[in-house]
């Protein structure tokens, strides 16, 4: 009997080691270094006195008028009037992760750090037209969007979440305190991520963005109770027949 606790102990021991998971961090994009897994359209950092930027860039690279709080580390990437900044003008920046591993992931969560500074007069001005984006496809399926920000009330208002991604932000307010989003991913095999900025063409059209982290738990592997080795098997063939004899010996003596 003992032994047979000692192995129901051990087997339920190794049950509860092989369902134990672990959270852990699958990618993780903080700008602090100039070293890019990701892809990025371009940078252009060289107007950034006059307001007109992108690219990665630190707080005290910035010009005076534009300050964010509650900043994560030391850089990030930030732009404002994209077709005003110097070498090369665009209306659309692209940042995007590929062919992210996700094979042995569950519970995938992404989340990320965003903000958005007072313009110099002290109102708002993204406009309509002015778009921050994250989408994902997972195994090539296509791009969905899971986030989106858009101007509140109009021309020159504030930025919000667009929560029904129908190009009006109706959920939480964007400030100059950098705020955590995150959204919950579908398991699969390979994912590929996707943070667009567009139309941010305008003076005072501004934006930050931080901290892309991408985590999950180990996917649980079919939990295999290790098969009892010969020694064991011969140890509780042993006592059983021990156990058998000493029964017929008590039977025959009438104990």
Known sequence: MKLAKSLGGMAAAYLFLNTTTHAGIILQEDF????????????????????????????????????????QGSHFFAVQDTDGALPNAVDSVRLSWQNIDISNWQNLM?????????????????DTSTLFEISAQIDKGGFSSIFSVRSADGTNSQPAVDTDFDGVGDGVEITDAFQQ??????????????????????????????QLTLSGDPR????????????????????????????????????
């Open 32 to 71: 602090e270094d100039n070293i890019y897994p990701y892809q990025v359209t371009q940078e252009s950092l060289l107007d950034l006195s006059n307001n007109d930027y992108f690219g990665r860039v630190a707080q005290n690279q910035l010009p005076a008028n534009i300050n964010f709080v509650n900043v």
């Open 110 to 126: 992404l989340s990320w750090f965003i903000a958005e500074d007072d313009s110099s007069d002290g109102q708002e001005d993204i």
């Open 181 to 210: 989003f995150s959204y919950n991913l579908a398991v699969g095999q390979i994912l590929d991520i996707a943070v667009v900025f567009e139309n941010f063409d305008a003076g005072d059209e501004d934006f930050a963005f931080d």
């Open 220 to 255: 649980l592997s079919p939990v295999n109770v290790p098969e009892p080795s010969t020694n064991i098997l011969l140890a509780g063939a042993v006592f059983g027949m021990f156990s058998y004899r000493r029964l017929l010996k008590n039977r025959q003596y009438g104990r």
